[in-house]
């Protein structure tokens, strides 16, 4: 490892070491008492305006014994021609399968093992005491929803083993049903709060009432917090997901009712120096299936106990109050209309205000996430440099990131670059003084182009998994990337065009990044506040330009887009050639893998992360959205798309507008 330690000590950021402190480590005090004795230890939490307690058994009955319930199984009965009965008895299967039954006994089990593997992994859990005093006063006055962003499965362990730590109520989370098959831990899950839900339920009337009635239940008697994964599964690129509404509209919907007088959304952000499934993630966006979930995958994954994680911060946001939220957003009062307990679709501002509110729970998480210097490096890494510029253009980084509102975790020492260096050494290393992405058997890259497409597979992966740590920095950048590439691509500098401009870029890329509708104005005026606060533009009523000072800046912004609009434009090409007229999204993802592994191997391609199955998906969500893309409804149950191809050609050309297809600053590496 070569280290440059002069270069890593000089910080022009005026980073405060100081900031760290409002979290607390909670492995500190695991590592010197007896971790049976913490497992043991009483626990006695105060819930929801001291709910009396009620069993899973009983909540089961209430469930089903609801007016809600017993319509819709009179619904479901006549529209099937079964008798009531068995729709009752089916509801009754369903509920069987879907409902936890939370014990103690298993959360101290738990609590036990988790100590013991907690400390094998992480050097440190770091957790904002504040947010913690914040929740608990939370859960004595609302119904509270807890929202972590999904990354690793150590997120919910993590979630539940801090609450159980810090005698607060454990939640009951929502969990997707494969993990219910796993023998034993599926019921051990079960029992430690999961409920399990079926991940696509379509158009399973009698299913969405169970489910819906179980998860209203739950928050109109403040059984427990309930928790659950917005974003609907781990994300894979490390990058916030596009919200999922059917369990944020169920657990909102006993507040719009005036049921319960406020709600509590509480945004949870899980940052990892170094996520567990980093590997396999990483080939999965290439295509490889993912191992299915079951005991014996989990007993064979504790190699992950030989390895370092490094740190991780769990950062428990300022509960949000629904009620307040939603003031002047909703009118309630069309709840009143019909008896509560019947059915009613939400009205279309209903369902613009909740997803409204999935966008602001995840655009908090974004903004409390604490960035490692990993993450930075990650950014600059992908753009190519040697050791010393690497250093050195991270401490500016930290600078300009800091300036732009991120929350880093900067621990004092010297060497935090090379320690981060050395937590990743699996996929880079510095070899005779450059930074070189290894790859798996062929050592560094940079001997010259790939030849076969398992080289690029290979290269990819380690593209994507560095790409992945740069992407849990890109929500501090994207907007002033976005200013700045349109700045770069707009003729003149007429603020209405770059505005313009501006705009499109938020749509194109809006399943990419999660931008909060109706406020494309507001990012624009933010982006030119934060572009002019480090003079890499100057604005007046009428202009935005980019003086010759800023260059580096705005250049190395518009360069964090490029993977992207290099990806989009792949999948653009591949739906205007000739013969793709009807398609799926299954037959699409791999004839762009196909495509981008031709473009890579003849060099007119060099970001490799056009080969990624998340962008190449976000892009048909994009067209679809945009409508390039159209759904030809038929009888199949294969969903068939059409593509405009004029349409999707004027995209490509906007985009395209002063816009190089490939990487200016491919992923170095020379070897030296
Ligand atoms: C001390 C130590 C202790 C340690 C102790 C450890 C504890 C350890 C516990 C383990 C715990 C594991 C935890 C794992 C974590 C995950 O497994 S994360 C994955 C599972 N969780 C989630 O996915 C939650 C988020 N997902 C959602 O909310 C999804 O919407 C749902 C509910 C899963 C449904 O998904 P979907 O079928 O794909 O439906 P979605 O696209 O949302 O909606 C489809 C349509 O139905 C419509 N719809 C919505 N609601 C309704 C309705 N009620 N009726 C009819 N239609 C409806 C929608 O409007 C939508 O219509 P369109 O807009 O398409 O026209
Ligand atoms: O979210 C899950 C449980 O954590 C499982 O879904 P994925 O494996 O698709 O992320």
């Given at each position: 490892?070569?280290?440059?330690?002069?270069?890593?000590?000089?910080?022009?950021?005026?980073?405060?070491?100081?900031?760290?402190?409002?979290?607390?480590?909670?492995?500190?005090?695991?590592?010197?008492?007896?971790?049976?004795?913490?497992?043991?230890?009483?626990?006695?939490?105060?819930?929801?305006?001291?709910?009396?307690?009620?069993?899973?058994?009983?909540?089961?009955?209430?469930?089903?014994?609801?007016?809600?319930?017993?319509?819709?199984?009179?619904?479901?009965?006549?529209?099937?021609?079964?008798?009531?009965?068995?729709?009752?008895?089916?509801?009754?299967?369903?509920?069987?399968?879907?409902?936890?039954?939370?014990?103690?006994?298993?959360?101290?089990?738990?609590?036990?093992?988790?100590?013991?593997?907690?400390?094998?992994?992480?050097?440190?859990?770091?957790?904002?005491?504040?947010?913690?005093?914040?929740?608990?006063?939370?859960?004595?006055?609302?119904?509270?929803?807890?929202?972590?962003?999904?990354?690793?499965?150590?997120?919910?362990?993590?979630?539940?083993?801090?609450?159980?730590?810090?005698?607060?109520?454990?939640?009951?989370?929502?969990?997707?049903?494969?993990?219910?098959?796993?023998?034993?831990?599926?019921?051990?899950?079960?029992?430690?709060?999961?409920?399990?839900?079926?991940?696509?339920?379509?158009?399973?009337?009698?299913?969405?009432?169970?489910?819906?009635?179980?998860?209203?239940?739950?928050?109109?008697?403040?059984?427990?917090?309930?928790?659950?994964?917005?974003?609907?599964?781990?994300?894979?690129?490390?990058?916030?997901?596009?919200?999922?509404?059917?369990?944020?509209?169920?657990?909102?919907?006993?507040?719009?009712?005036?049921?319960?007088?406020?709600?509590?959304?509480?945004?949870?952000?899980?940052?990892?120096?170094?996520?567990?499934?980093?590997?396999?993630?990483?080939?999965?966006?290439?295509?490889?299936?993912?191992?299915?979930?079951?005991?014996?995958?989990?007993?064979?994954?504790?190699?992950?106990?030989?390895?370092?994680?490094?740190?991780?911060?769990?950062?428990?946001?300022?509960?949000?109050?629904?009620?307040?939220?939603?003031?002047?957003?909703?009118?309630?009062?069309?709840?009143?209309?019909?008896?509560?307990?019947?059915?009613?679709?939400?009205?279309?501002?209903?369902?613009?205000?909740?997803?409204?509110?999935?966008?602001?729970?995840?655009?908090?998480?974004?903004?409390?996430?604490?960035?490692?210097?990993?993450?930075?490096?990650?950014?600059?890494?992908?753009?190519?440099?040697?050791?010393?510029?690497?250093?050195?253009?991270?401490?500016?980084?930290?600078?300009?990131?800091?300036?732009?509102?991120?929350?880093?975790?900067?621990?004092?020492?010297?060497?935090?670059?090379?320690?981060?260096?050395?937590?990743?050494?699996?996929?880079?290393?510095?070899?005779?003084?450059?930074?070189?992405?290894?790859?798996?058997?062929?050592?560094?890259?940079?001997?010259?182009?790939?030849?076969?497409?398992?080289?690029?597979?290979?290269?990819?992966?380690?593209?994507?998994?560095?790409?992945?740590?740069?992407?849990?920095?890109?929500?501090?950048?994207?907007?002033?990337?976005?200013?700045?590439?349109?700045?770069?691509?707009?003729?003149?500098?007429?603020?209405?065009?770059?505005?313009?401009?501006?705009?499109?870029?938020?749509?194109?890329?809006?399943?990419?990044?999660?931008?909060?509708?109706?406020?494309?104005?507001?990012?624009?005026?933010?982006?030119?506040?934060?572009?002019?606060?480090?003079?890499?533009?100057?604005?007046?009523?009428?202009?935005?330009?980019?003086?010759?000072?800023?260059?580096?800046?705005?250049?190395?912004?518009?360069?964090?887009?490029?993977?992207?609009?290099?990806?989009?434009?792949?999948?653009?090409?591949?739906?205007?050639?000739?013969?793709?007229?009807?398609?799926?999204?299954?037959?699409?993802?791999?004839?762009?893998?196909?495509?981008?592994?031709?473009?890579?191997?003849?060099?007119?391609?060099?970001?490799?992360?056009?080969?990624?199955?998340?962008?190449?998906?976000?892009?048909?969500?994009?067209?679809?959205?945009?409508?390039?893309?159209?759904?030809?409804?038929?009888?199949?149950?294969?969903?068939?798309?059409?593509?405009?191809?004029?349409?999707?050609?004027?995209?490509?050309?906007?985009?395209?507008?002063?816009?190089?297809?490939?990487?200016?600053t491919p992923f170095i590496i020379s070897n030296e």
């Open positions: 490892m070569c280290l440059s330690v002069l270069y890593e000590c000089e910080d022009p950021s005026g980073y405060r070491p100081e900031e760290e402190k409002e979290f607390m480590d909670i492995l500190e005090e695991r590592r010197r008492s007896s971790d049976l004795g913490h497992a043991l230890r009483t626990f006695t939490p105060s819930p929801y305006k001291g709910a009396p307690p009620l069993s899973a058994g009983a909540l089961n009955r209430k469930v089903l014994e609801s007016q809600y319930l017993r319509y819709i199984t009179k619904e479901v009965a006549m529209e099937t021609g079964e008798s009531v009965d068995l729709v009752r008895e089916e509801a009754s299967g369903i509920l069987e399968e879907m409902s936890q039954n939370l014990q103690l006994g298993f959360i101290r089990l738990l609590g036990f093992t988790l100590s013991k593997v907690f400390k094998r992994l992480f050097s440190h859990i770091n957790v904002n005491q504040e947010g913690l005093n914040r929740l608990q006063q939370a859960i004595q006055e609302s119904p509270v929803i807890l929202m972590p962003n999904h990354r690793s499965y150590v997120d919910f362990l993590v979630l539940s083993y801090i609450l159980f730590t810090y005698d607060l109520p454990i939640p009951v989370i929502a969990a997707g049903i494969p993990l219910m098959d796993m023998k034993m831990v599926g019921e051990i899950l079960r029992r430690s709060g999961a409920f399990f839900i079926r991940r696509a339920i379509g158009s399973d009337k009698l299913y969405w009432a169970v489910l819906s009635e179980y998860v209203k239940t739950i928050v109109r008697t403040g059984y427990a917090p309930v928790e659950f994964y917005v974003e609907g599964l781990r994300s894979r690129t490390l990058k916030s997901l596009t919200p999922k509404l059917g369990m944020m509209h169920m657990v909102l919907e006993p507040f719009f009712k005036g049921e319960v007088y406020d709600i509590k959304l509480v945004p949870i952000s899980i940052s990892y120096d170094r996520v567990l499934e980093e590997s396999l993630l990483a080939h999965e966006l290439l295509g490889v299936p993912k191992p299915r979930e079951t005991t014996m995958g989990l007993l064979k994954a504790r190699r992950v106990l030989e390895e370092d994680y490094g740190s991780m911060h769990v950062y428990f946001g300022m509960p949000l109050s629904v009620r307040q939220l939603t003031k002047g957003r909703v009118d309630r009062c069309e709840y009143n209309l019909l008896p509560r307990d019947l059915p009613q679709r939400p009205s279309v501002e209903t369902q613009e205000c909740v997803s409204w509110l999935a966008q602001q729970v995840i655009r908090v998480q974004e903004q409390n996430s604490i960035l490692s210097p990993w993450s930075l490096m990650a950014c600059l890494v992908l753009q190519g440099l040697s050791w010393e510029l690497l250093t050195q253009k991270t401490l500016r980084l930290k600078g300009l990131a800091i300036s732009f509102g991120a929350r880093l975790d900067w621990p004092g020492r010297c060497t935090v670059m090379a320690s981060s260096m050395a937590l990743h050494r699996s996929v880079i290393r510095c070899h005779r003084g450059r930074v070189t992405l290894l790859e798996e058997e062929e050592g560094p890259v940079g001997a010259g182009p790939f030849t076969t497409e398992e080289g690029v597979v290979r290269r990819a992966r380690a593209v994507l998994m560095v790409a992945a740590y740069r992407n849990q920095a890109l929500h501090v950048f994207i907007r002033p990337a976005m200013l700045a590439l349109a700045v770069h691509t707009t003729q003149g500098s007429r603020r209405e065009d770059i505005y313009s401009s501006f705009r499109f870029l938020l749509d194109l890329f809006s399943n990419d990044f999660i931008f909060i509708t109706g406020r494309s104005s507001q990012d624009f005026e933010e982006a030119c506040s934060l572009l002019r606060k480090c003079g890499a533009v100057q604005t007046s009523q009428q202009e935005v330009t980019s003086p010759e000072e800023g260059q580096s800046t705005t250049s190395f912004l518009r360069a964090l887009l490029q993977p992207f609009i290099d990806a989009y434009q792949v999948v653009f090409s591949h739906l205007c050639v000739e013969d793709v007229a009807v398609f799926t999204e299954r037959q699409m993802v791999p004839a762009v893998r196909s495509l981008a592994t031709k473009l890579l191997l003849s060099g007119e391609l060099k970001s490799y992360e056009a080969l990624s199955s998340d962008t190449q998906k976000n892009v048909l969500s994009a067209l679809l959205r945009l409508g390039a893309v159209t759904r030809l409804r038929t009888g199949f149950c294969v969903l068939l798309l059409i593509a405009n191809k004029p349409a999707i050609r004027r995209l490509a050309d906007t985009l395209g507008k002063n816009v190089e297809m490939t990487c200016p």
